[in-house]
């Protein structure tokens, strides 16, 4: 036998036999399934008759509100943030509001000078303030 005909021939012995073996397992399971009582049986979940339905959620963002230095904080901030995150944050103090956008620099390593801190923060204030 050539060196091809014995790799085809072991190819066609492991397909057979992971056959044999997946038959086996399937019988095996079918046994042990009949040996169980009714509370061992797994419980079937509810499923919906006829055709499956499937619902697309939109990949929209909400628009920033309008407010002073929108401009600024939508170029500094939605790179890493989304609009939504930004619109769900609760109502924020001032302080608290600087004290964020100043760990977003220091921590983060936000790319924001001292003077775009100030109107991110006034933004902020005007949409999400208290």
């Not at 042990?32 to 049986?41: H, N």
């Not at 230095?69 to 939605?78: G, L, V």
């Not at 302080?95 to 003077?115: E, F, H, I, L």
Request: glycine share 8%; with cysteine; proline share 8%.
């Amino acid at each position: 036998m050539s060196g091809r005909g014995i790799w085809l021939f072991v190819l066609v012995g492991v397909l057979f036999g992971g056959a044999g073996v997946l038959s086996w397992l399937g019988t095996r399971y079918s046994a042990d399934l009949s040996q169980a009582s009714a509370q061992d049986l797994p419980v079937p979940q509810p499923s919906v008759d006829g055709p499956i339905v499937s619902l697309e959620m939109p990949h929209t963002e909400p628009l920033l509100p309008p407010g002073p230095n929108r401009e600024q904080f939508h170029i500094a901030c939605t790179t890493c943030h989304s609009t939504r995150l930004v619109l769900t944050q609760p109502k924020l103090t001032a302080a608290q509001w600087t004290a964020s956008v100043q760990k977003m620099v220091k921590v983060y390593g936000a790319p924001v000078n001292s003077d775009q801190e100030k109107a991110i923060v006034a933004y902020l204030l005007a949409i999400q303030g208290q």
